[in-house]
């Protein structure tokens, strides 16, 4: 069944009993992947687990999504499984699932699926998964979209401030909540005492004051890089590893996405040119030459170790900086031996 945004939205207090999935998909990745980390967040404040799985891995396995989910059920505990990934080559997957004992829920985030997808398809017609469409914001929708965004974190901004931020971040939804976050620290903002967010703030401490940082060290690691990584690494800032992880987790993402494109028989170049949401031209290489080195199986790995290092940060588990360093030069060995096997 179709939902809209808001209503999958509530699903972070209260997951509907007869959803088994949620899908978040469309031409706004971004949107997507932040709603389903708002989604997450929400869940897991309630007390629920979270397990993450790649939705790539399903298209050789599609068992591996009913048995983690009555697996995990079988402990009792609450738990949500995340889905990273989806695509159609995890229909199959969903029809086992569906056909299975309930467990628990699956919050699932796939990209753009075209007309004629069989995953949306199903989807769109089974009342126990809930479809929704994330699509590409515009300029115009900026103050309703940055103001909704602010309003929990107790920020409060002009239009021609949500106009700014916008453009900064190119209506990327994730680095607007990151930049927002940062804001609210900045102002010392919070639902109970609201702060305004100025021009003057946004000079300050703005939205492409940092991000661009993060570029060339990512497209370097996927491209392996080692002597541009091993400069660039030594001279990030200190607190850059979630941001840093967290925009590897899209690349990674997106690549396999295009990376299963590509396994269908298109090049890398035209996988690139027929993305959603497009690449951003400057990049457009770095995606090319990342397409030809990484397998899908690298990707799935590549991406795993990414959120697992992210979720021992946010549990104090050591790894900080440090650990972020060693994994960005881990990850572009891989990239470097993987090009050295496919000449």
Same mark, same amino acid.
């Given at each position: 069944?179709?939902?809209?945004?808001? #209503?999958?939205?509530?699903?972070?207090?209260?997951?509907?009993?007869?959803?088994?999935?949620?899908?978040?998909?469309?031409?706004?990745?971004?949107?997507? #992947?932040?709603?389903?980390?708002?989604?997450?967040?929400?869940?897991?404040?309630?007390?629920?687990?979270?397990?993450?799985?790649?939705?790539?891995?399903?298209?050789?396995?599609?068992?591996?999504?009913?048995?983690?989910?009555?697996?995990?059920?079988?402990?009792?505990?609450?738990?949500?499984?995340?889905?990273?990934?989806?695509?159609?080559?995890?229909?199959?997957?969903?029809?086992?699932?569906?056909?299975?004992?309930?467990?628990?829920?699956?919050?699932?985030?796939?990209?753009?699926?075209?007309?004629?997808?069989?995953?949306?398809?199903?989807?769109?017609?089974?009342?126990?998964?809930?479809?929704?469409?994330?699509?590409?914001?515009?300029?115009?929708?900026?103050?309703?979209?940055?103001?909704?965004?602010?309003?929990?974190?107790?920020?409060?901004?002009?239009?021609?401030?949500?106009?700014?931020?916008?453009?900064?971040?190119?209506?990327?939804?994730?680095?607007?909540?990151?930049?927002?976050?940062?804001?609210?620290?900045?102002?010392?903002?919070?639902?109970?005492?609201?702060?305004?967010?100025?021009?003057?703030?946004?000079?300050?401490?703005?939205?492409?004051?940092?991000?661009?940082?993060?570029?060339?060290?990512?497209?370097?690691?996927?491209?392996?890089?080692?002597?541009?990584?091993?400069?660039?690494?030594?001279?990030?800032?200190?607190?850059?590893?979630?941001?840093?992880?967290?925009?590897?987790? #899209?690349?990674?993402?997106?690549?396999?996405?295009?990376?299963?494109?590509?396994?269908?028989?298109?090049?890398?170049?035209?996988?690139?040119?027929?993305?959603?949401?497009?690449?951003?031209?400057?990049?457009?290489?770095?995606?090319?030459?990342?397409?030809?080195?990484?397998?899908?199986?690298?990707?799935?790995?590549?991406?795993?170790?990414?959120?697992?290092?992210?979720?021992?940060?946010?549990?104090?588990?050591?790894?900080?900086?440090?650990?972020?360093?060693?994994?960005?030069?881990?990850?572009?060995?891989?990239?470097?031996?993987?090009?050295?096997?496919?000449?």
């Amino acid at each position: 069944m179709k939902i809209d945004p808001g #209503r999958a939205a509530g699903f972070a207090t209260s997951w509907p009993a007869e959803v088994r999935l949620l899908l978040l998909h469309g031409p706004d990745e971004s949107a997507s #992947r932040d709603l389903a980390g708002q989604i997450a967040a929400g869940q897991a404040k309630s007390g629920a687990g979270i397990t993450d799985l790649i939705g790539a891995a399903l298209k050789d396995d599609p068992q591996a999504l009913v048995a983690a989910v009555t697996s995990l059920s079988m402990f009792g505990d609450r738990e949500l499984l995340r889905l990273d990934g989806l695509d159609d080559g995890g229909t199959a997957a969903v029809e086992l699932l569906l056909a299975g004992p309930a467990g628990h829920p699956v919050l699932a985030t796939a990209g753009y699926l075209r007309k004629g997808s069989t995953l949306l398809a199903m989807a769109e017609a089974h009342p126990a998964i809930a479809a929704c469409m994330n699509r590409e914001p515009r300029a115009e929708d900026a103050p309703g979209l940055l103001g909704a965004m602010a309003a929990p974190l107790g920020l409060r901004m002009d239009r021609e401030v949500a106009a700014r931020l916008f453009e900064a971040s190119e209506g990327d939804r994730l680095v607007l909540r990151r930049e927002l976050e940062k804001f609210a620290l900045y102002k010392n903002a919070a639902p109970e005492a609201p702060q305004r967010l100025t021009l003057e703030d946004v000079a300050a401490l703005g939205a492409d004051t940092g991000e661009a940082e993060l570029f060339a060290p990512i497209g370097a690691v996927t491209t392996g890089d080692m002597e541009t990584v091993a400069e660039l690494v030594a001279r990030l800032p200190d607190g850059v590893g979630i941001p840093l992880l967290r925009a590897l987790e #899209r690349r990674f993402a997106q690549l396999a996405q295009l990376r299963a494109e590509v396994d269908r028989g298109l090049s890398p170049a035209a996988a690139v040119d027929n993305a959603r949401p497009p690449v951003f031209f400057r990049e457009k290489s770095f995606y090319i030459k990342a397409l030809i080195i990484w397998s899908q199986r690298l990707l799935a790995a590549a991406l795993a170790d990414v959120l697992a290092a992210e979720r021992n940060i946010k549990a104090g588990g050591g790894v900080a900086d440090l650990g972020v360093q060693q994994l960005l030069l881990d990850l572009t060995r891989r990239a470097a031996m993987a090009e050295q096997r496919s000449r």
